[in-house]
C-alpha cells in the first residue's frame, strides 16, 4: 500500500482505467489527458511500475480462481461429450480429457513445482491414432456381447 500513496491521483486514475478492461490503452491516456512520453516516464517510476505488477498479480490471481472454478464443470462437459452421437466430437473429447494430464503436469512445472513425471511421458506417447483406437476399443466394450 505504500507505493499507492504515494502515486499521484491521476497516476491512480489511469491504472485504474487500464485495468478495468473497457478501454485500451491509448484511450485511457486520453481521457486522462496524459502524452505517451509522461506515460512512458511514469513506467520508468519505481513506485509506478510496483503499482502496476501488484494490479497484473491480482489479475492473474483472479483469472486463476475462475478457471478454477469451472474447471470441474468443464471435465464434466468434456465426459459427457465422449458419448456424443457424433463420432469426431466424442474423438475430439476423448483426445482432450487424455491431454489433461499433460496439460497440468506442463502448469505445475511452469509454477515451479515437480511434474508428474510418468503421466507426463505416458501421455506423451500417445498418438492422435493410438487415442482413435482407444476410443474405437472402448466404444467395442460398451456393445453388448452376444452370448450363442
Known amino acids: 500500500m505504500g507505493a499507492k500513496k504515494q502515486l ?3 497516476q491512480l486514475l489511469v491504472i485504474d482505467d487500464l485495468f478495468s478492461g473497457e478501454l485500451d490503452e491509448q484511450a485511457v491516456l486520453d481521457k486522462h489527458k ?9 513506467l520508468r517510476d519505481e513506485k509506478f511500475c510496483a503499482e502496476f505488477s ?3 498479480t491480482i489479475a492473474r490471481l483472479q483469472s486463476e480462481v475462475l478457471i478454477a472454478k469451472y474447471s470441474l464443470a468443464a471435465a464434466a462437459k468434456l465426459v459427457q461429450l465422449t458419448q456424443s452421437e457424433k463420432e469426431e466430437t466424442a474423438r475430439k473429447a476423448c483426445l482432450d480429457i487424455i491431454s489433461l494430464p499433460l496439460k497440468g503436469a506442463r502448469k505445475t512445472e511452469q509454477a515451479g513445482g515437480k511434474p508428474q513425471e510418468n503421466v507426463k511421458e505416458e501421455v506423451e506417447e500417445l498418438s492422435e491414432q493410438t487415442c482413435s483406437r482407444l476410443l474405437a476399443a472402448l466404444a467395442e466394450e460398451e456393445q453388448p456381447i452376444k452370448k450363442d
Not at 496524459?34 to 511514469?42: A, F, Q
Open 8 to 10: 499521484r491521483q491521476k
Open 54 to 56: 501488484r494490479r497484473v
Open 34 to 42: 496524459v502524452s505517451r512520453n509522461i506515460y512512458n516516464k511514469w
